[in-house]
């Protein structure tokens, strides 16, 4: 993932020793070059685990959750973070921690699109503590789904949510990976 890769180089900004913004080209206005290649590679790396549903959390991964479930030819469903009306007692619910925005949320999927019969793919954008991640999982167990693996564009390693969630058991495919922030100085894996 060359291009992704290039672009975090040379278009990302460290905010602080904890927080990259990318804004500029993956979470508010999107660079769909890149995104297309992400779905690519996502797509490529899960190919042989026959998934039914990408799972995504609005709003910064459903261009993520997007350009994969076009990439493996099945449906995006993500998780409103908002009860809508039309959803009244028919939905999972869990609660997932925004470590970017400091909250908690809520967060539903309607019964209807996610069942004991899918093999799920989560994607998202980022990966810290892997709140949303956890909250994500949530759903899929309560639905009886097979949870096939987690797709994460930037992990950032030295915040410890992959690997607690790989202790767990769960593949994560990250495309790129954050060793450090710190002093202003964006330090990425090999």
């Known amino acids: 993932m060359q291009l992704l890769r290039d672009k975090i180089i040379h278009n990302s900004q460290i905010v602080s020793d904890q ?3 990318v804004d500029s080209f993956i979470n508010h206005m999107i660079d769909p070059n890149v995104m297309l290649e992400i779905g690519r590679e996502f797509a490529r790396r899960f190919s042989d685990a026959k998934i039914t549903k990408v799972l995504t959390v609005e709003a910064s991964g459903i261009a993520v959750g997007l350009t994969t479930a076009m990439a493996l030819n099945v449906p995006l469903l993500f998780a409103k973070k908002k009860m809508p009306s039309t959803l009244q007692q028919n939905y999972y619910l869990s609660n997932i921690h925004s470590f ?10 309607a019964k209807q699109y996610l069942s004991c019969h899918d ?6 954008d980022f990966l810290a503590r892997g709140e949303a991640l956890k909250g994500l ?22 915040q410890g949510g992959g690997k607690n ?3 767990s058991g769960v593949r994560i495919e990250s495309l790129i990976k954050i060793k450090s922030l710190e002093g202003g100085k964006l330090q990425l894996e090999e």
């Open 100 to 109: 970017t925005k400091n909250e908690s949320v809520d967060i539903y999927v």
């Open 165 to 167: 969630l790989r202790d």
């Open 119 to 124: 093999r799920v793919l989560i994607v998202d």
């Open 19 to 21: 927080i990259l913004r």
């Open 137 to 158: 999982t949530q759903l899929v167990k309560q639905a009886g789904a097979e949870l096939v693996g987690v797709g994460i564009v930037i992990e950032k390693v030295f």
